[in-house]
């Protein structure tokens, strides 16, 4: 008897775009990962360490404009067109079922952010966030090693007011990226801006930094919430490695985005068995370090 191949179980646009705030509600802080390809989000989708109630995995994907970028051999200074993105997006929809926020850089003009907000709510992506910068992007873990500008905060309020205007459905999220203590601008700065985003309809704050130490955004969490309860707050550790999840819960943060780690992972991996076979003249050396085929092919719903 002919039987079907199995198939990747996969989401419904809406039941995705809802997840992240189900989510939410239902655990109080979430794990995010980026996912760079589909076969990255599958290994992400599957990463689990124990059983049951007390099992740990990760609650979403992060689209991060730096890894997209990278793996195509471009800049992260905008110049990766947002199809390109979008297309990658839904070729990882297609094959797993966990929530999407997405990385938006600065949102562009109001008017396109308003036609993008649309597109990414039909495709099912559950957040954007924007970061509150102003002309040609520049990674912000640069700081001000490079010319970094804020965007006016009226202007960046009526951004995010175009975006929530544009929306058609209640799930979908606008979060703003405060980037105050990345370019020294201060506290004061941050908590003003951060107050006056969340005035004009962003759905959550991020908070971000380049120290190495983690005090500034843990004092930024503590005095946000002393004017902002419940405002979703999300931070991305890539410079505070240290830290522990369960630390940046019990600062109350709700979304914690390990943004660039998977990728930075694979290419040392992809570089030292380059080398290695270029060295010995075959690969034996080199299969240590390489997923076996046999597993490599269990990835993938419906190989077999």
């Not at 850089?105 to 966030?129: C, K, P, Q, W, Y």
């Not at 995010?160 to 105050?180: C, N, Y």
Request: charged share 25%; with cysteine.
């Amino acid at each position: 008897m002919n039987t079907l191949p199995s198939f990747p179980v996969v989401a419904t646009a809406g039941a995705r775009r809802r997840a992240l705030r189900e989510a939410l509600a239902r655990k109080g802080c979430l794990r995010v990962i980026e996912a760079h390809n589909p076969i990255c989000a599958l290994i992400a989708e599957s990463a689990r360490i124990g059983a049951g109630a007390d099992g740990v995995e990760y609650d979403a994907f992060w689209s991060s404009s730096l890894t997209d970028s990278t793996v195509r051999g471009k800049p992260d200074t905008g110049a990766l067109d947002i199809r390109y993105r979008l297309s990658n997006i839904d070729e990882i929809f297609d094959v797993t079922t966990k929530p999407m926020i997405i990385d938006g850089d600065s949102g562009g003009h109001a008017e396109h952010f308003r036609m993008n907000v649309r597109t990414l709510e039909r495709l099912g992506v559950s957040a954007i966030i924007i970061e509150d910068k102003v002309g040609l992007k520049r990674n912000s873990l640069l700081g001000n090693s490079v010319v970094q500008r804020q965007e006016a905060i009226g202007t960046f309020c009526d951004k995010i007011a175009h975006g929530k205007a544009a929306q058609l459905t209640a799930e979908f999220m606008i979060i703003a990226r405060v980037e105050s203590l990345v370019l020294d601008a201060g506290m004061h700065d941050a908590l003003r801006r951060a107050g006056a985003y969340v005035d004009a309809g962003a759905d959550g704050i991020m908070i971000h930094s380049n120290r190495d130490n983690p005090a500034e955004i843990l004092e930024f969490a503590a005095r946000f919430r002393a004017r902002h309860d419940s405002v979703p707050l999300v931070c991305v550790p890539t410079r505070h490695s240290a830290v522990p999840f369960g630390e940046f819960r019990r600062h109350r943060f709700n979304i914690v985005i390990y943004a660039n780690h998977l990728l930075r992972a694979a290419y040392p991996a992809m570089r030292s068995v380059a080398l290695a076979i270029l060295e010995h003249g075959r690969t034996l050396e080199a299969e240590a370090q390489c997923l076996p085929v046999e597993d490599m092919l269990g990835l993938i719903p419906g190989t077999r």
